[in-house]
């Protein structure tokens, strides 16, 4: 399972890029998107299936119920969260993007 250990970050949260050979570039930011997180959840939901291994669907389960853990009182999200600590970094998005992540926390979860 190279592959999650790769592409999640201690917090859970998953990188915003990774090198599928190499793993995650020592200078990678630790900013990453929190779109980032309901997007592996619909790309590691297909691997599952095509894979029929339920470990990578319910990994990225778990990175969006950390990423919608960390809302505000408001039911919104930031657009940009630390990898390693979960501290939002851009906390004010108007952005549709949000709406998507919280369909798919509120459906997956």
Partial sequence: ??????????AGIPFGSINLKYGVDENESKITSTA???TLTLEFGILSRLT???????VT????R???????KLNLVG????????????KVCFC???DSL???ASISC
Avoid: Y
């Fill in 1 to 10: 399972m190279s592959l999650l250990t790769n592409v999640l970050s201690f």
């Fill in 36 to 38: 980032g997180g309901g």
């Fill in 52 to 58: 029929n291994n339920t470990v990578f669907e319910r």
């Fill in 61 to 64: 389960k778990n990175s969006v």
């Fill in 66 to 72: 950390g990423i919608w853990s960390r809302r505000s």
């Fill in 79 to 90: 657009a940009h969260i630390n990898v390693f600590t979960g501290e939002w970094t851009q």
């Fill in 96 to 98: 549709p993007l949000r």
């Fill in 102 to 104: 919280k369909a798919i």
